[in-house]
């Protein structure tokens, strides 16, 4: 979860570039792409535990990442990177293959695209882009109903 400001920005860039018939969440930074539903009260636990009286995490948009058929906004928060390797760790054995890869912390702003609509949108944005302060307010869990997403906890830091 981001900040008001910073949320507000993010979702105004992936509202006005991501197609709106694929565009079913709002902005977000992922740290897995797939839990099994069966352990939700364990991954509520494990968020709030990671949240509860801890001060919210220092993040910066880094730089414009690019996709094949999208882009994407990189972000760089060591504290991030721990919070989220002390989940994977709690959850080894449960994570599927691309969530025990690498995390490459991005916020996916445009997808699903042609190739050369996703190349002009990067040029553009690199053209103007400086790196900022990004505020990381909590981390949320959302539940995949076929199609369509729900929320399922939200977790404020401090």
Do not use: C
Request: without cysteine; charged residues 20%.
């Amino acid at each position: 979860m981001f900040g008001d400001a910073d949320f507000a920005w993010l979702d105004g860039l992936r509202r006005a570039h991501y197609p709106a018939e694929h565009n079913r969440v709002p902005a977000h930074l992922t740290l897995f792409q797939h839990l099994p539903p069966a352990i939700e009260p364990e991954l509520r636990d494990q968020l709030s535990a990671a949240t509860r009286g801890m001060p919210s995490p220092a993040a910066r948009v880094t730089g414009v990442m690019r996709l094949d058929r999208g882009v994407a906004l990189r972000v760089g928060s060591p504290a991030l990177d721990e919070i989220r390797a002390q989940l994977a760790e709690h959850f080894h054995g449960l994570l599927i293959v691309q969530d025990q890869a690498g995390w490459r912390p991005h916020i996916t702003i445009q997808n699903k695209v042609e190739p050369s609509a996703a190349r002009a949108l990067a040029d553009t944005l690199e053209q103007a882009f400086r790196p900022r302060p990004l505020a990381i307010a909590g981390l949320a869990a959302w539940r995949y109903r076929g199609g369509l997403w729900e929320p399922l906890s939200r977790h404020r830091f401090g």
